[in-house]
Nanobody, 121 residues
Framework: QVQLVESGGGLVQAGGSLRLSCATSGSIFSINSMGWFRQAPGKQRELVASLTSGGGTNYADSVKGRFTISRDNAKNTVYLQLNSLKPEDTAVYYC???????????????WGQGTQVTVSS
């Protein structure tokens, strides 16, 4: 089985910073892309940032210039640095990875359980 475990969420004042981590484990053969989504109360889950195996990045317009996604390939871990946080960034942040498990024949998407980020004004 594959597990994605997020950490690093918490309560922070507006203007502050957090660093989220997502560690993958299990019978993983290859990871294609990894990314972060978030879901605020009463809203749909939205893409925050993604990172391909080739290093390409994609960010939501609302976080460009404030958030940075990075990856440690040796550790199969993806990070999200959140700077200049705003109250509207408050949400549960979910890690996702598109990966191929050992013995598998296709890439599938896997999700973490989420970590809460709360930004106070």
């Amino acid at each position: 089985q594959v597990q994605l475990v997020e950490s690093g969420g918490g309560l922070v004042q507006a203007g502050g910073s957090l660093r989220l981590s997502c560690a993958t484990s299990g019978s993983i053969f290859s990871i294609n892309s990894m990314g972060w989504f978030r879901q605020a109360p009463g809203k749909q889950r939205e893409l925050v940032a993604s990172l391909t195996s080739g290093g390409g990045t994609n960010y939501a317009d609302s976080v460009k210039g404030r958030f940075t996604i990075s990856r440690d390939n040796a550790k199969n871990t993806v990070y999200l640095q959140l700077n200049s946080l705003k109250p509207e960034d408050t949400a549960v942040y979910y890690c996702t990875a598109r990966l191929l498990i050992r013995g598998g024949n296709r890439y599938d998407n896997y999700w973490g359980q989420g970590t809460q980020v709360t930004v106070s004004s």
